[in-house]
């Protein structure tokens, strides 16, 4: 949890705007780039997550593994009654 934290501070300090990085007369988007890229990877990626859906296929694919011991034992013919 400390970790998380720290990096959500790290993430709003270089986001944070500061006129002083921009140079004189800068657009606003200049002065708030960190933010508004930051905040577009975030949207891209919350996107992603809504309409793949990533996670259901994960939990399908572990949902169908079978034990480590049972699958080697299948590869090498000893569930069928063949000796190994």
Same mark, same amino acid.
Request: net charge positive; aromatic share 12%.
């Given at each position: 949890m400390p970790a998380a934290l720290w990096t959500a501070f790290e993430v709003v300090n270089v986001?944070?705007?500061? @006129?002083?990085? &921009? %140079?004189?007369?800068?657009?606003?988007? $200049?002065?708030?780039? #960190?933010? +508004?890229? *930051? #905040? @577009?990877?975030? *949207? @891209?990626? +919350?996107?992603?997550?809504? &309409?793949? /859906? %990533? $996670?259901? /296929?994960l939990r399908a694919a572990v949902a169908s593994e079978k034990p480590c011991g049972e699958a080697a034992a299948e590869r090498s013919g000893a569930l069928a009654g063949e000796p190994v």
């Open positions: 986001c944070w705007p500061r @006129a002083v990085l &921009a %140079p004189p007369g800068a657009p606003w988007y $200049q002065v708030w780039a #960190g933010l +508004l890229g *930051t #905040g @577009a990877v975030i *949207t @891209a990626g +919350l996107v992603y997550l809504v &309409a793949r /859906k %990533p $996670q259901n /296929k």
